[in-house]
C-alpha cells in the first residue's frame, strides 16, 4: 500500500517562503510521477505542479511559475515543493500525489497525502 504523508504547511505573510515536503511509502518511489495540487474552501482541487520519475522535467501551473519549485529525492523517498513570494491568494490545502502517468489532470493521479494547510497572510 503506498501513502503520501505532507508536511510543512502553516501560516506565513505574504512575500514569505514555505518548504512542503511529502514523504511517500512503498518501494516503487521512483517509477511514480509526483505532483502537488492545492484547493481553496469553495473551489475545485487545481494542479500546482509536477516532475517526472527521473526528476529532470518539471510543469508549473502559471500562476505560481517563477515562485515555486518542485523538486524530488528518490533516495529519500521524499518531494518537496519550494514556495516563495507567497501571495493570499496561495492560500489553500495542498496536496501532494504519485501516479503513473506525467499529468496536470488530477484524475490521473493513483495516490494522495491528507494535505496540508497553507495559508498566506496580507
Known amino acids: 500500500q503506498v501513502q503520501l504523508v505532507e508536511s510543512g504547511g502553516g501560516l506565513v505573510q505574504a512575500g514569505g517562503s514555505l518548504r512542503l515536503s511529502c514523504a511517500v511509502s512503498g518501494r516503487a518511489f521512483s517509477t511514480y510521477a509526483l505532483g502537488w495540487f492545492r484547493q481553496a474552501p469553495g473551489k475545485e482541487r487545481d494542479f500546482v505542479a509536477v516532475?517526472?520519475?527521473?526528476?529532470?522535467?518539471?510543469s508549473y501551473a502559471d500562476s505560481v511559475k517563477g515562485r515555486f519549485t518542485i523538486s524530488r529525492d528518490n533516495a529519500k523517498n521524499t518531494v518537496y515543493l519550494q514556495m516563495n513570494s507567497l501571495k493570499p491568494e496561495d492560500t489553500a490545502v495542498y496536496y501532494c500525489?504519485?501516479?503513473?502517468?506525467?499529468?496536470?489532470?488530477?484524475?490521473?493521479?493513483?495516490?494522495w497525502g491528507q494535505g496540508t494547510q497553507v495559508t498566506v497572510s496580507s
Open positions: 516532475i517526472n520519475r527521473s526528476g529532470d522535467t518539471t
Open positions: 500525489a504519485a501516479g503513473y502517468e506525467y499529468s496536470w489532470y488530477h484524475p490521473h493521479y493513483n495516490y
